[in-house]
């Protein structure tokens, strides 16, 4: 399966333009993978380059998790991750899919020195 790059899954999220658009709609047609690091980044660049709210970023996931063509790693733990920053927006996706894809993986309790990170289970704050 062919994997993309943040800069695809940002047009895909945006799109803002049309001849770029379509040449990633036709690139992902017979499926592509979505790895966390890619997703994190395009969330970002939504944030920070589109000045897109929580929620806006929130339901780009979500079209990006039932999107026909799109394989996301680990979908389960980005799925839980989007709930929980849902709840939590002001911590950011990332931090969620770390914590999500932690969980998953067993490695707790996650550490870190954000305060408000540190008020979720399995978070410990040091």
């Known amino acids: 399966m062919r994997a993309v790059d943040t800069t695809i899954l940002v047009r895909l999220a945006t799109r803002d ?7 990633a709609e036709a690139f992902v047609a017979h499926g592509a993978w979505v790895p966390h ?3 994190a ?36 733990a980005v799925a839980a ?13 990332s931090d969620c899919l770390v914590l999500e894809v932690a969980r998953k993986t067993g490695h707790l309790p996650l550490g870190t020195f ?12 040091l």
């Open 17 to 23: 333009d049309s001849k770029q658009v379509a040449a």
């Open 37 to 39: 690091l890619v997703l």
């Open 41 to 76: 980044e395009a969330m970002w660049v939504l944030r920070a380059v589109y000045d897109r709210r929580p929620e806006e970023i929130a339901s780009a996931i979500d079209m990006l998790l039932n999107h026909e063509h799109l394989t996301l790693q680990d979908s389960e």
């Open 81 to 93: 991750a989007v709930s929980t920053f849902r709840r939590r927006p002001a911590l950011g996706f």
């Open 114 to 125: 954000d305060r408000d990170f540190g008020k979720l289970a399995d978070v410990e704050r």
